[in-house]
């Protein structure tokens, strides 16, 4: 089974950054696209940024420009770095990989950006 934990999600000032990373372990059966969410409070879950196994990658209009994933094979980990931080940004932010077995998803970290 496949387990995602997610790390670097703290408090910020708007325009800062933040780099959050995915740990991916066990089993993700050839799994070749990894996703970043958020979820605001009253929101739903929504897609910010998709990787695929040949490094292309795909961004929500809200955040291009600003955010960047990548991956790491040998550490096994994806990351996500946001810069420019909004207000609007603030969510518990949530790594996805579909594996043959069904989706993964991580336990979330929170990201908070005042104003």
């Known amino acids: 089974q496949a387990h995602l934990v997610e790390s670097g999600g703290g408090l910020v000032q708007a325009g800062g950054s933040l780099r959050l990373s995915c740990a991916v372990s066990g089993r993700i059966g050839g799994a070749n696209v990894a996703h970043w969410y958020r979820q605001a409070p009253g929101n739903q879950r929504d897609v910010v940024a998709t990787?695929?196994?040949?490094?292309?990658?795909t961004y929500a209009d809200s955040v291009k420009g600003r955010f960047t994933i990548s991956r790491d094979k040998r550490r096994s980990t994806v990351y996500l770095q946001m810069n420019n931080l909004k207000p609007e940004d603030t969510a518990v932010y949530y790594c996805k990989v579909p594996t043959p077995w069904g989706e993964v998803w991580g336990q979330g970290t929170q990201v908070t950006v005042s104003s």
């Open positions: 990787i695929s196994i040949t490094g292309a990658t």
